[in-house]
């Protein structure tokens, strides 16, 4: 009887260790309602535990940090690729770990592909901000303290996110990991171009789209991070928006390393340097946003 009872116990512990290191996604919209339509056929539907692709329904993972450890931030992540599919793993739900290891909350998105259809992803990055600030009590975090996180194509996204003068949806600190910029001229990224605007796009939404040329002094504070080697997209993306930033007053954080190229792992050179510079710029964020809070 003791030795069931101690197996029963055991089982329930590895099922609770299961889950709390891989939370299952939840629906983005749960009525079904999403605003838009790719249309992408859902055949091309594609996902093999690293990378989806074909996305048509979009979800979100909540990784919440031990209680003792929480501080109270949380970070909407957007991983990369191209506006063509999600590098949810590596970009995703490894990034969301390591945030919770340092106390941070993190919501990993994996919007919709846009297939020329603009709106799509900074559709479904806001309602990943409304379902964070609406549940803030509920999980713990400070609903002045969400920010976004994102990588290649997910650093555009959260840079369109950074730039929204719709204080409801504007994350309150913004992170870009070699960042997809501009949707013109010779720094362009031609491919998630195409992927989110279309092969012949209008001169109104390449501006739109054309992040570095949007920034106003309401622009969310910045952290970006890149490689001077990157071969995909050009160091000079970030370095621009880092330059309109600074010219409209928006506090920003620029770091450039010499090697690494784009789409960093373990192996980076840089990696315990990224991540220290990244969590002391976090704490910062917290600190003016508790001075803020006091001086309301």
């Not at 990784?63 to 599919?85: H, M, N, S």
């Not at 994996?110 to 549940?135: L, T, V």
């Not at 600074?246 to 990224?274: C, M």
Request: some cysteine; aromatic content about 8%; glycine content about 8%.
């Amino acid at each position: 009887m003791k030795r069931r009872l101690l197996l029963s116990i055991m089982g329930c512990m590895a099922v609770c260790l299961c889950v709390a290191q891989s939370p299952e996604p939840q629906p983005l919209y749960p009525d079904g309602k999403m605003p838009g339509n790719n249309e992408i056929d859902p055949k091309n539907f594609l996902d093999n535990e690293e990378i989806r692709a074909g996305i048509t329904v979009p979800d979100y993972t909540l990784f919440l940090p031990d209680r003792e450890k929480a501080t109270g931030q949380c970070i909407i992540v957007c991983p990369g690729g191209g506006y063509g599919c999600v590098c949810y793993a590596r970009e995703g739900n490894e990034v969301a770990r390591w945030l919770n290891e340092n106390g941070i909350a993190a919501i990993v998105l994996r919007y919709r592909m846009p297939n020329g259809h603009h709106q799509i992803p900074i559709a479904d990055y806001a309602q990943a901000m409304r379902i964070a600030r609406k549940n803030a009590g509920q999980w713990g975090i400070n609903p002045h303290q969400i920010g976004v996180m994102g990588f290649s194509a997910g650093g555009h996204l959260a840079s369109t996110a950074a730039v929204q003068t719709d204080e409801a949806i504007r994350p309150d600190f913004a992170i870009l990991i070699y960042p997809v910029i501009t949707m013109d001229g010779p720094y362009l990224q031609i491919d998630t171009r195409n992927n989110l605007l279309g092969s012949n796009p209008d001169q109104s939404l390449i501006e739109k789209y054309s992040t570095e040329i949007q920034i106003t002094s309401k622009t969310a504070p910045c952290f970006i991070a890149l490689s001077d080697d990157d071969d995909l997209v050009h160091p000079r993306n970030s370095t621009l928006f880092y330059d309109s930033l600074r010219a409209k007053g928006v506090s920003a954080e620029l770091h450039i390393y010499p090697t690494g190229q784009h789409g960093w792992n373990q192996t980076f050179v840089y990696w315990d340097e990224y991540h220290t510079s990244l969590l002391r710029w976090l704490k910062q964020q917290r600190e003016k946003a508790a001075t803020l809070s006091k001086n309301e």
